[in-house]
DNA sequence: CTGCAATTGAGACTCTGTCTCAACTAGTGC
DNA sequence: GCACTAGTTGAGACAGAGTCTCAATTGCAG
């Protein structure tokens, strides 16, 4: 992995065609960005690069994101969370997510099946579409697996009074 | 349409099964709910219950939406915007969203076939599904032939000086 | 090298959503 | 019907994500 010189060069060309400028947090962020793998949150990547001893405000990365995300080098995605994931977009790696809602896993995948068919359904609509967000929610193989187990016990913990927070 | 009684049955039925009370905040938001119509947002409901005289603080919407969806009687879904949107669920009335980002319109359909092959996708993965959300972004068909013709002139709405808001 | 439009950081601000706690009810049992 | 108590409510404080403002700074075209 050549630590993202490319796609940096991929941004400035996008840059220049809004007539903006390529800044060295810009770069920074994209270097960080591609360098590290995953689904990350906005103030996670703010953290990271306070960790690196690289300053950079918080408004920044909120603003080179959207600048990213415009530009097709990142994807905003949603995992079942209140807020936004993104993640770096190597060419043609379009996928969906498996989430489970146990330990958080995010299993990728990608169906031409799948994707063929919401096409079809577009179409008969008379519906362009440009993307598209798939999340499943459910339970891994391996939280499957634990819980199987008759460990019922502690599954009777009604936390708070009130109507809230049922059982966790 | 009955106005929804049967509904709220339907939830205390739920609610005593919880050691839960029904109380008249409660029946009046399902009663809301269920008369109207499509997707609305938790403060959206807020105020239409203040339109209609009916006092009811922002904990307790956002508490029994919460009950809501955990009944099953209402669902929460993202529609590509940065906070929630909630819709009733009638009987069996699953089915996933085309939004349209020029108008903002939301199209609802139901696709048995996708819906198998997103489940032939977990089981190979040793995954158990328990709900799922798809959203289609795009142009509806009625935007798309505004948008056809040639328009050009308000595109070059330039918002703002910097990096951000590139074209509205 | 210069000039200037674009960018940055700090922090105020907005919005969605959660929590606390004292006052208040639903609903069970008498 | 009446009382008791666990669950509920509203007001407002709080939290977290994301946006905006503006003065100071910087990329980069000429
Ligand atoms: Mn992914
Ligand atoms: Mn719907
Ligand atoms: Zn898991
Ligand atoms: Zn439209």
Redesign the interface.
């Known amino acids: 992995m050549p630590t993202a010189e490319r796609e940096i060069s991929r941004f400035q060309v996008f840059l220049q065609q809004?007539g903006?400028k390529l800044t060295s947090e810009r770069s920074a962020l994209l270097r960080e960005i591609f360098e590290t793998h995953y689904h990350f949150e906005a103030d996670e990547l703010l953290f990271r690069m306070k960790e690196k001893n690289v300053k950079i405000s918080r408004a920044t990365i909120y603003?080179?994101l959207?600048?990213l995300v415009?530009s097709g080098l990142v994807r905003r995605v949603?995992l079942?969370e209140?807020?936004?994931h993104y993640e770096h977009v190597r060419r043609d790696s379009h996928h969906d997510h498996?989430i489970?809602?146990t330990c958080g896993a995010v299993?990728e995948?990608h169906?031409p099946?799948?994707e063929a068919?919401?096409l079809e359904?577009?179409a008969k609509?008379?519906?362009?579409?440009?993307?598209?967000?798939?999340?499943?929610?459910?339970?891994?193989?391996a939280c499957?697996r634990k819980g199987e187990q008759p460990d019922a016990p502690d599954r009777v913990k009604m936390i708070q009074v009130g109507?809230?927070n049922?059982r966790k």
């Open positions: 809004q903006l603003r080179t959207e600048l415009k949603h079942g209140d807020h936004y498996l489970c809602t299993i995948f169906d099946v799948l068919r919401q359904i577009c609509k008379r519906f362009t579409a440009t993307f598209h967000n798939l999340q499943i929610l459910g339970v891994c193989d499957r109507a809230l049922l």
